[in-house]
């Protein structure tokens, strides 16, 4: 992303010793999303196509090891889950995990800016997310990597145990 690419350069020439950890969008966002308990539905901006959304225990687990073994130097870990999911396939998944209809809403980036606004998040964090969801509207976060599984030792969490694990939150 252009935000982060600028200090990723930096420190690649900067001659320190580096491992870049590129998560996916994380799992956890969805937590925030108290309106699929309230009312069976989520809203984020506008997003059609898949992303392989990643848990952020996976995330420290990949950072955990990359800190604490050798073989990481100059080595960039695209971490992702098990599959890319649309947010309406998401959807579908809550549905039958919770079981209860769970809706998406895609909203164009205005609406979804006010709403996330009113939300009280700040606004640096929402023009961000907006600026992601434009990056990926239409393609380029569907791509699945063994980037958590190769240094752990363990699959990725899927999202349908995401859903399982943080029920009580959810449903």
Known sequence: MALHRPVEDALASSGLRWTMVRPNFYLQNFLRQASIRESGRFSFPLITAPISFVDVGDIADVAARVLTTEGHDSKIYSLTGPKALSHTEAAEVFSDVLGKPVRYLGLPDEQARAALLSRGMPAFQVDTLIEVARAYRDGGAEM????????????????????????????
């Open 144 to 171: 699945v990597t063994s980037a958590v599984p190769d240094p752990t030792g363990h699959a990725a969490l899927g999202f349908a145990d995401f859903v399982r694990r943080h029920r009580n939150v959810l449903g």
